[in-house]
C-alpha cells in the first residue's frame, strides 16, 4: 500500500467518526489497550511537560458511580474501560519540590492551567482515534464535570489534579450505531487570514439549521426537529456548572 493511500485511509477513518452510546459486553483486550495508551502518549504537550494522568476504569463498581456522578449516563457503567482525563499540575509540583524550587506562582497561573487542559486534551483525542482504528467505539462524557469534587474523591486525584472529562470505550453495538452526525459548514468556522464578519456566516449556518432539522426528525421519527442554533441556544442560554469555578480553586488552580 503506498504511503498516500495510507494517508487517505487515515482522512477518511477521522471524518468517519461518530459517538457510540450503545457497546456490547465484549471486553478489550489488554493488548490493544496498551496500543491506546502507546498512541495517546505520542500525542504532542506543551514543551514536552505532558502535563495530563489518565485513569482507566474497568472496576464495576467505580464505573457505576461515575455513570451516577455523570448524570446517570448509563455507557460510563456499560463501556469496556472507561478513562478519565485529568489536567495534572501535581507531578511537575512534587518533581520541583525535590529539588527545593517553590512552583506555587507558576503553578497558580492561569497559562499552567490552560497548558495542563489543552494537554488533556489532545492526548484524549489521540486515544480516540487510536480507539476507533483498531474497530472500537468512543463517546466523550463531560458530565463528570457535575460533580468533580466527587469523581476526584473516587479516583484519589492529588491536588493540581482535575478530571477534564471522560471517555467511553468498547465494541459498538451494531444494532444501535447512529448516523454520522452533519457539521457545520467549513466555510462558517474556517477563515483565511482573519476571522470572517458574522453576517458573512450566516448563510452557512442558515442552511445547516435546515440540515441538522432533517437530521433530528430522521432520527427520532418526527419527534425532535429543531434546529441546530435553537438547540445551542437552548442547552447555553442558562449557565451551568457554576461550581466549577470554586472546586478548581481549592484543587489548586485559582485562575485568577
Do not use: G
Given at each position: 500500500?503506498?504511503?498516500k493511500k495510507k494517508n487517505l485511509d487515515i482522512i477518511k477513518h477521522l471524518q468517519d467518526h461518530r459517538s457510540i452510546r450503545q457497546f456490547t459486553n465484549e471486553k478489550i483486550p489488554k493488548e490493544d489497550i496498551e496500543q491506546i495508551i502507546l498512541s495517546?502518549?505520542?500525542a504532542p504537550s506543551s514543551s514536552h511537560g505532558q502535563a495530563y494522568s489518565v485513569i482507566c476504569v474497568t472496576e464495576e463498581e467505580k464505573k457505576s458511580k461515575l455513570a451516577e456522578y455523570a448524570g446517570g449516563q448509563?455507557?460510563?457503567?456499560?463501556?469496556?474501560h472507561f478513562f478519565v482525563f485529568c489536567a495534572d499540575l501535581h507531578r511537575l509540583e512534587k518533581i520541583a519540590r525535590r529539588s527545593n524550587i517553590n512552583m506555587k506562582e507558576p503553578l497558580d497561573s492561569t497559562e499552567?492551567?490552560?497548558?495542563?487542559t489543552v494537554d488533556a486534551t489532545i492526548v484524549a483525542q489521540?486515544?480516540?482515534v487510536a480507539a476507533e482504528a483498531l474497530g472500537l467505539g468512543i463517546v466523550y462524557i463531560g458530565g463528570l464535570r457535575n460533580n468533580p469534587d466527587?469523581?476526584?474523591?473516587?479516583?484519589k486525584l492529588p491536588y493540581r489534579c482535575y478530571p477534564v472529562f471522560g471517555m467511553c470505550i468498547g465494541y459498538p453495538d451494531s444494532k444501535n450505531i447512529p448516523e454520522k452526525k452533519p457539521r457545520l459548514p467549513h466555510k462558517a468556522v474556517f477563515y483565511k487570514n482573519e476571522y470572517l464578519n458574522f453576517e458573512k456566516t450566516l448563510t452557512y449556518i442558515e442552511e445547516y439549521d435546515e440540515i441538522m432539522k432533517t437530521y433530528y426528525e430522521k432520527r427520532t421519527n418526527g419527534k425532535r426537529s429543531d434546529t441546530w442554533s435553537e438547540t445551542m441556544i437552548d442547552k447555553r442560554?442558562?449557565?451551568r456548572r457554576l461550581h466549577l469555578k470554586?472546586?478548581?480553586k481549592d484543587r489548586g488552580f485559582p485562575l485568577i
Open positions: 500500500m503506498s504511503n495517546a502518549q505520542a448509563q455507557q460510563v457503567e456499560n463501556c469496556s499552567m492551567f490552560l497548558i495542563a489521540n486515544t480516540a466527587k469523581v476526584s474523591d473516587l479516583l442560554k442558562i449557565p470554586s472546586f478548581l
